[in-house]
């Protein structure tokens, strides 16, 4: 597999990431998960306009975006598959373990790669997924896409131990997202969403959907939601680079819906006529 790795591609094999990346030590970095579709990226200039305000949030200079993009482009000559995703990852460079930043002439460091994404089973697409409600104790700055998951690993191992899809994220009584995906509900003829703040990821994938949605006339309520209005929702679904739309239809074991809901499934269709 090829991987572009401090301004050049090679082979994975070639790649070596020293035990004193700031990344490895103090998950001092940011990353970028990006969609391929039929051999383009989906939506790369606002994923570079994230990643910026990312790096920005982390006080993390010299970093290249040209430079990035015609790395990736060349990564992508290379992939051949249907479909795939691009992870990106910049952390703060190689320096023996020390709290405050490195010497401003340390480099980042900038690792990307492409695989194949595997589609979701039809049935999952038919009849939707179940996610459990964990409390939201992560940090206060969600909206930077740093490397530092381990709230969402930990959230999301918890559901797949009840034989659960996701654990949707909640703070002060709201749903915030999801561990990798913002959480969209259909309730009182309203196609709901949290508002962007601090506490949650500005999904790429969400705001895509909140246009296609006013594109097709469906009214739109961007304010929090509990996890009581959850439960009395229509439907539910999840928005991610790799999750697209997937339709959720059990909470904590209380069932929302015996099948996926008709929004969601169009909303859907929609992204993916939009991404091919
Ligand atoms: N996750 N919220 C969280 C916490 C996320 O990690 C993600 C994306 C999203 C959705 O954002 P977008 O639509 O831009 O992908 C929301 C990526 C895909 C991941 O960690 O793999």
Redesign the pocket.
């Known amino acids: 597999m090829k991987v572009y790795f401090n301004g050049h591609v090679m082979d994975d094999q070639e790649v070596h990431i020293s035990f004193d990346d700031r990344g490895f030590l103090f998950a001092d970095g940011v990353y970028e998960?990006v969609h391929i579709y039929s051999g383009h990226f989906f939506e790369w200039d606002r994923h570079m306009v994230r990643l910026a305000r990312s790096l920005k949030g982390i006080d993390l200079e010299g970093v290249n975006i040209a430079a990035i993009t015609e790395g990736a482009k060349q990564l992508l000559q290379d992939f051949k598959e249907e479909e795939g995703a691009l992870y990106l990852e910049i952390t703060r460079g190689v320096y023996p373990r020390s709290h405050p930043f490195p010497p401003s002439d340390v480099p980042p460091t900038i690792l990307m790669w492409i695989r194949p994404v595997n589609p979701f089973p039809q049935e999952m697409i038919d009849h939707g997924v179940g996610v459990i409600t964990v409390a939201d104790d992560r940090w206060a700055k969600v909206w930077i896409k740093t490397i530092g998951l381990l709230p969402?690993v930990l959230a999301k191992e918890k559901a797949h131990k009840m034989g659960m899809f996701d654990a949707v994220f909640v703070r002060d009584g709201m749903v915030t997202?999801a561990?990798?995906?913002?959480v969209f509900m259909v309730r009182q003829g309203y196609l709901q969403t949290a508002p962007v703040t601090n506490y949650i990821?500005p999904?790429?994938?969400?705001e895509v959907v909140l246009e296609i949605a006013d594109e097709l006339r469906i009214p739109i309520k961007l304010e929090p939601f509990s996890v009581d209005d959850m439960l009395s929702a229509d439907e539910i679904f999840l928005?991610?680079?790799?999750t697209e739309v997937l339709p959720v239809t059990s909470v904590d074991g209380h069932t929302i819906s015996d099948k996926s809901g008709e929004i969601a499934l169009r909303l859907l269709k929609a992204l993916k006529e939009r991404a091919s």
Do not use: H
Not at 179 to 182: E, K, M, V
Not at 203 to 206: L, N
Not at 239 to 242: A, K
């Open positions: 998960v969402n997202e561990t990798s995906a913002n990821l999904g790429i994938t969400r928005t991610g680079t790799t």
